[in-house]
């Protein structure tokens, strides 16, 4: 059952191409059928060849299916072939379940919207470039997934195109990815001309063997590698343009802007892991990164007024939370972390839209309120999320994830107790912003009226995202409750464990206690101001009368100034340079060829004035001169 | 021998003035006429002084050639009157650059 791989990404292209060139013709009803329905199938097969993988599984635990060969220029070739292992296996299987409930979430979403099968052929555009990066089984069929997935991303931000603040949102998204994917595309190139190949197994393969522990140019490829991923995945310092992207369509941040497109940089990382574990500063250097990216973002996140921006910033450090997590080899931890997400941060995203849909698209937080009671489906599923996001112990799948990478950060031996110091204060940031964000909208008294009410496709993505956030941490149990770590030991095949040589696993439970505690105690800080005594809310015209306070808030709310920097130092010499240069002196060599070209034919024509005195004139006067030359010589 | 050269000379400088300064299309086919006469001449004098016949040949093949000039000439010139209602060569000069 293996062999039919290759239907898993091809179904939502062939969606895609129905819907492209069709999609004005059939009406609406078709279209979510083909829409949802090309990546439902697509779900169901991966899910019979997960079933297939796990009872038999293949030979060293992976299986390549080569489809054809794509290029093929003297010793290089590329083929489309698509790799399956425990690693991505479940990108695949993370990738269909939630694109599919997203889907069906939008059918009913999406609804009344201008473009309905536009939207359907874009999203399923990007399921199958999706799944194209993570089965991709060479790095250049991979780039041609990231580039799809960053095409998708660009269209369905600017969705809504006739806003023009839309459009700038989604130039901003394409150009900041941009430079992280420039840097992705060179370390392809070194990566090539060194090695010799483009496969990602011979790649792993052969570094090993040729570079050692610390070589430069292991260095030089995993950097590289890094700034792909950063820019993919908003790290810092490419992390600008994730907050902008939230002008998509609801659905879009929930399955693009949170779930799948924005971990490909951990799943890239994770895919040439020996490639870092060589360049042991790169990885020290990730690991930085997501720490620093987590505290700056979960901080940002404690000032906005926009529903989805206190999400986008939280989707920026959970996935600082990954890079932690990947930059002390907790390879596997980072992959689960990731499938917890994909599942809590999608139900907070669709438990957003639907109360932005019932409140005419209202994002502004300090506007909701006292939603508990009109909306009780998105209270409850946001409720749910809220509590797995904070990792509130023992009932949530976010527990389970976070918990195994903050244990692994204290005990690899790549770890350190300031990296994992990082990790405790995010994840008390993380409970103080998440129910910020629930009570501010469903607490205290109702202020608006709900026009909008969710439907049964709405419904029931929400409920099972619901279930899956609050028992997917169940796949792996930690060492002192149980140990039964299966999600782990299952990616052992194609990642390897954590070094944790000198671990001591009696600290575990402690660490647990203190983390689980942080957490509460995070949620009863916001329950303390945001409930107990609204008076001191942060209301932003409070805020104003303190001026240090509001320069302060101001600074946080627009993400450290991160957006103002980049304008100052690169954005606006880039535009003074190009002002200065608008006439481009290299066209002044080619311009210089036209002009002399231009200045014999205007003297050539001269010559030629239709008259036949003036020919024979000329005839006779070169006949002399040639005459005259001859005989002076 | 140099006087037969100076006069063929003088001939075809004629010729070519006329063919220059005249305007009138007729005077041009007559200036033509002139200097290849005088080329004529020109092989004429040369061969009598190489005691060949080949100048007398060659002037014999001009004197055809001129013949089609000719009537190729008054042709165009039949055509041009035609066309532009006047004899002046200038007037047809359409094809400047």
Redesign the interface.
Known sequence: MLELLWMIPFLPFAGFVILALFGHRIGDRMTAMIGAGSVGVSMVIAFVVGYNFLLSPPAGHSYTQALWTWMRIGSFSSGVSFYLDALSLIMVLVVTFVGFLIHLYSVEFMKEEQGYSRFFAYMNLFVGSMLTLVMADNLLLLYLGWEGVGLCSYLLIGFWYKDPANGRAAIKAFVVTRVGDASLAVSLFLLFTNLGTLNIQEIMGLASQRWTIGSGMAAAAAALLLGGAVGKSAQLPLQTWLPDAMAGPTPVSALIHAATMVTAGVYLIARTHVLFTLAPVVQTTVAVIGTATLLLASISALTQRDIKRVLAYSTISQIGYMFLALGVGAWSAAIFHFMTHAFFKALLFLGAGTVIMGLHNEHDMYKMGGLRKQLPIAFWSFLIGSASLSALPLVTAGFYSKDLILWQVWASDRGSILLWAGGLAGAFLTSVYTFRMLFLTFAGNATSQVARKPGPLMKIPLFTLAILSLIAGLVDIPNNLGNLPTFSEFLHSALPPAPMSHANPMIEGKLQFITSLLALIGIMFAYSIFVHSPQHTGRPEEIKRSPIAAAVHCFLFQGWNFDLLYDKFIVQPFVRVARFNKGDFIDFIYKGIAFVNRSFNRA??????????WY??GL?IGAVILIGIAELL | MEHGLILAGMLFSLGLVGVIVRRNIIFTLLSIEIMLNAAGLAFVVAGSRWGQADGQIIFIFILAMAATEVSVGLALLLQLYHKFKTLDSDAASRMRG
Not at chain 1, 604 to 613: A, D, E, H, I, P
Request: proline share 0%; aromatic share 8%; net charge positive.
């Open positions: 050539l024509s001269f010559t030629q004035s239709g008259k036949v005195r024979a004139a006779a």
